[in-house]
């Protein structure tokens, strides 16, 4: 079992910035790769980005390239998403998720159903 504990949501101007954290317990060991998603009201959950456990690799999605940095505290067990240059569509619910899947790819990182260990999810809103 993997438990995920995310912080640092709030509230801010567009053009603003937030870092979200992720903090893993449990069998961290068999995490393969963190990946971050959000939700907006009436929306599909939708994926952000993910970082490779152990190698560090990561991978966005087009609407937050360039803006959004995932980084990891091995030490810490802890994941990052370093949110820049905030947009009123950014605004939604914040996710980190765990998979412990030995053979995912990178592509298939990008759908929820790969991921079996969710945070509660922390809430971001971005005012124009």
């Known amino acids: 079992q993997v438990q995920l504990v995310e912080s640092g949501g709030g509230s801010v101007q567009a053009g603003g910035s937030l870092r979200l954290s992720c903090v893993a317990s449990?069998?961290?060991?068999?995490?393969?790769?963190v990946g971050w998603f959000r939700q907006a009201p009436g929306k599909e959950r939708e994926f952000v980005g993910g970082?490779?456990?152990?190698?560090?690799?990561?991978i966005y999605a087009d609407s937050v390239k360039g803006r959004f940095t995932i980084s990891r505290d091995s030490a810490k067990n802890a994941v990052y998403l370093q949110m820049n240059n905030l947009k009123p569509e950014d605004t939604a619910l914040y996710y980190c998720?765990?998979?412990?899947?030995?053979?995912?790819?990178?592509?298939?990182?990008?759908?929820?159903?790969?991921?079996?260990?969710w945070g509660q999810g922390t809430q971001v809103t971005v005012s124009s």
């Open positions: 998720a765990a998979s412990t899947e030995t053979e995912l790819s990178w592509s298939a990182s990008k759908s929820a159903s790969r991921y079996g260990y």
């Open positions: 449990g069998r961290t060991s068999s995490i393969n790769v």
């Open positions: 970082i490779g456990w152990y190698i560090g690799n990561t």
